[in-house]
């Protein structure tokens, strides 16, 4: 279960944990160091190849309340959390990429033979010794628990080893989440790595895709949209500040706990009744049950039977990951628009 920082749950392994042998980073290292060595003609192309000739260095940014100046772009980065790896190869930066940790679900498909070739250091959060051993120079954290103090790994733990971190906006405090967050951190993202380019047209396509979207529902009526993320005694739901309330919006829905002043919160069952939403979207994560189960729950209580969601089985399944700050929003715009105005799309 979620609490207002949206703690990720735990997630079954996405595939086989890989490791690159130590002594290969380590004969890596030897020989780079020899090759600088060779002088400013052997740098060039190193420098060219990771962004810092298209300029912009030093850049300072601001993040989560940690300042951070870089004098060229990290080169070697690991990722906790899926979605600030997707959105790393979304911007073709792979090649930075020496581990990734804690698969949240599918990869997108576009992005999964990528994602496949960077090692996975852990399962889960991996420990701090685990990501020093990947001798990265940046962590990027998807979820506030990526640098979690009392597991170790405080981002100041990270500086005292003389490595950067970033954590996804989302996570900087509780506020309202929107289509721009997921927009900027592209471009933030996209301005550490010195590939404001590839950033700005990732964020056109992105626009373009959500704007397609909106185009062939308008003028559609709203649909009254349920989000069902877990809980019996209570619903568990995405409230007015989550990110899922644009989504459904954009979506041509409305989310019928769009008043609750949380990113997420508890709402009792009696006010699910009596908002009557048409579609329960369910979000699908390992931890509180499988999608299935879910269901069988929803449909087996009787207080629920009138619910036109209920009644007519209307269920959505989005990933959690397609509600979080990254690449992957825009892309649920377009999953839900399609179940909520099938004919807008035939």
């Not at 500040?241 to 002043?261: H, P, Q």
Request: proline content about 7%; glycine content about 8%; hydrophobic content about 40%.
């Amino acid at each position: 279960m979620h609490d207002g920082t949206l703690r990720p749950p735990s997630f079954p392994p996405a595939r086989p944990r890989r490791r690159a042998p130590r002594a290969a980073v380590v004969l890596a290292l030897a020989a780079a160091l020899l090759a600088g060595c060779s002088g400013t003609a052997a740098e060039a192309p190193a420098r060219e190849r990771h962004g810092a000739a298209a300029g912009g260095f030093p850049l300072t940014v601001d993040n989560c309340g940690t300042r951070t100046t870089y004098d060229e772009p990290p080169s070697r980065v690991v990722t906790i959390h899926q979605h600030p790896a997707e959105l790393m190869l979304a911007l073709g930066l792979k090649d930075r990429m020496v581990g990734t940790a804690f698969p949240d679900s599918a990869v997108l498909p576009e992005l999964r033979e990528d994602y496949e070739a960077v090692p996975e250091l852990a399962e889960k959060e991996p420990s701090f010794e685990d990501v020093l051993e990947a001798e990265p120079d940046f962590v990027y954290g998807g979820y506030g628990s990526a640098f979690a103090e009392t597991e170790g790994r405080s981002r100041g733990a990270f500086a005292d080893a003389g490595i950067d971190t970033y954590l996804n906006r989302e996570y900087c405090g509780k506020k309202r989440v929107s289509m721009d967050d997921t927009y900027e951190e592209i471009r933030t993202i996209g301005s550490i790595f010195g590939v404001r380019d590839r950033a700005d047209r990732l964020v056109a396509d992105l626009r373009a895709r959500v704007s397609r979207t909106t185009g062939a529902v308008e003028g559609a009526p709203a649909v009254p949209v349920f989000v069902y993320d877990s809980g019996d005694k209570a619903a568990f739901t995405a409230g007015g500040r989550s990110l899922s309330t644009e989504i459904i919006r954009l979506a041509g829905g409305r989310n019928v706990f769009a008043d609750l002043d949380e990113v997420f919160g508890d709402a009792s069952w009696e006010q699910v009744v009596d908002r009557r939403p048409e579609v329960i979207a369910i979000y699908d994560y390992a931890g509180a049950g499988s999608v299935e189960q879910k269901k069988r729950f929803l449909l087996a209580q009787s207080a629920l039977a009138d619910v036109p969601a209920v009644r007519n089985k209307r269920f959505v399944v989005l990933p959690l990951t397609a509600t979080l700050v990254g690449v992957r929003p825009p892309h649920a715009v377009e999953d839900l628009a399609r179940a909520l105005h099938p004919e807008r799309f035939r």
